[in-house]
């Protein structure tokens, strides 16, 4: 199976991670892995302030801090993931990344916010679910 990992570096990347330990059919070497994770765009004026080559820098080790722990977790249980760092709306772009990397799986954690939370905040999971034609596995 070809599975999506989609990582924010949250508890709920490692509630994720601690899931598919205990679930052999999903955590085997025999599965290809990708792990995604997305940073917000930042503001225009941000960008213009700090300059492109800053923005990138940023942008860069923000993503790695929150692939590395991920893959050294991966690589301790003897899996070898392909890492892939993404800027803009996260929702659309796990949803977009899953379509089109013709993923049979995407794996993601939730935080939970419930009905209210995402009226008010919105939710990745939620964008993910409305949008990708891929099945999707929410871990709570």
Not at 18 to 36: G, Q, V
Not at 45 to 64: D, H, I, L, M, N
Not at 68 to 97: C, M, N, Q, W, Y
């Amino acid at each position: 199976m070809k599975i999506l990992l989609a990582v924010d570096g949250s508890d709920y990347t490692k509630k994720m991670l601690a899931y598919l330990t205990t679930h052999d059919e999903l955590f085997s070497a025999n599965n290809s892995y990708t792990l995604l994770t997305v940073n917000p765009q930042l503001p225009p004026r941000a960008r213009a302030v700090v300059g492109k080559e800053a923005v990138e820098t940023f942008q860069r080790e923000e993503s790695e801090k929150v692939l590395s722990p991920v893959t050294k977790f991966l690589l301790r249980h003897g899996i070898d993931a392909k890492t892939v760092s993404k800027v803009g709306h996260a929702g659309e772009i796990i949803s977009k990344t899953a379509d089109s990397g013709k993923f049979d799986l995407v794996v993601m954690g939730s935080h939970g916010h419930g009905t209210l939370g995402n009226l008010v905040m919105g939710s990745v999971a939620t964008q993910v679910l409305a949008h990708c034609k891929v099945p999707v596995l929410l871990v709570r």
